[in-house]
């Protein structure tokens, strides 16, 4: 099982709608292969699941199942290592004060991403966002926040990132990104062009389980993912049940 799931529930609230424990251990293992620190941006499943994920699997200590030193044990050891250093080097951006205990927990209302503190401005290389609406002003705002996270330097390489409504994208750079971007929001050709405007993103092939949420979503992003190329095992086709004027099968390839 997974730890967080099992000891928070969501706040409807707040919007909130967990992930599946097989979408959180796929976007946990996107940030260990390409983040050294990572903006958490309303995905406090996945920063609470990033040290868990790499101990444990399927509720097994993995570790212990392994011989010492045998080249398994001592790559599993590194792994956990490596989700260690990048849970302390990184924040969770989150309106909800329940998880203000957790040391890395940053108070952050997506509706003023410029009243983030300063000593988090361009300081990371990896932002993952899931928001609460799915609105282009929404939108917009969280990549303001993407915008103020990630370095400077890369800003006009990484993607478009734009004050939406106020200047035009910039071109997106030929150089490939080094500060990369996961977002989950829905599909659509117009609102995949909305993510590409705005991040610099593209729909993955991989769909994200959100058992409690009325739609489908993507995930979206800025970089080339071998893993999310991939149909999620634990839902390889959209769910018909899910799908809405603004997330339609056809959004996602399937034929009536």
């Known amino acids: 099982g997974n730890a967080f799931l099992a000891s928070k529930k969501e706040d409807i609230r707040l919007y909130q709608y967990w992930y599946s424990k097989a979408t959180i251990d796929a976007i946990v293992a996107e940030c260990l292969d390409h983040a050294s620190r990572v903006a958490f941006l309303s995905t406090p499943s996945i920063y609470f699941s990033l040290c868990e994920g790499e101990a444990k699997k399927n509720g097994r200590d993995v570790k212990k199942e392994m011989v010492a030193d045998s080249k398994e044990y001592v790559e599993a050891e590194k792994r956990q290592k490596r989700a260690q250093a990048i849970f302390k080097a990184s924040r969770l951006f989150d309106y ?8 890395g927990y940053v108070f952050y209302n997506y509706k003023e ?17 899931d928001p609460p609406s799915v609105r282009d002003d929404v939108l917009a705002l969280y990549a303001r926040a993407a915008r103020i996270l990630l370095p400077k330097a890369e800003q006009t390489n990484t993607c478009q990132l734009c ?33 590409h405007s705005l991040f610099g993103a593209k729909p ?24 999310l190329s991939q149909p999620n095992p634990d839902q390889p086709e959209p769910d018909p049940k899910k799908t809405s004027a603004r997330s339609r099968l056809a959004d996602f390839g399937v034929k009536k």
Not at 96 to 103: G, I, T
Not at 113 to 129: G, L, R, S
Not at 204 to 209: A, D, S
Request: hydrophobic fraction near 35%; glycine fraction near 4%.
């Open 96 to 103: 909800d004060k329940s998880f203000d205990s957790a040391e």
């Open 113 to 129: 991403p410029e009243k983030i503190p300063e000593e988090h401005w361009h300081k990371f290389d990896f932002v993952v966002i």
């Open 163 to 195: 004050w939406f409504g106020r200047q035009k994208p910039k071109p997106i750079g030929v150089k490939p990104p080094s500060s990369k971007i996961l977002i989950s929001s829905l599909a659509g050709d117009s609102h995949s062009k909305l993510m």
């Open 204 to 227: 993955c092939v991989f769909l994200p389980t959100i058992p409690n949420l009325i739609y489908q979503y993507h995930l979206y992003t800025n970089y080339d993912s071998v893993r």
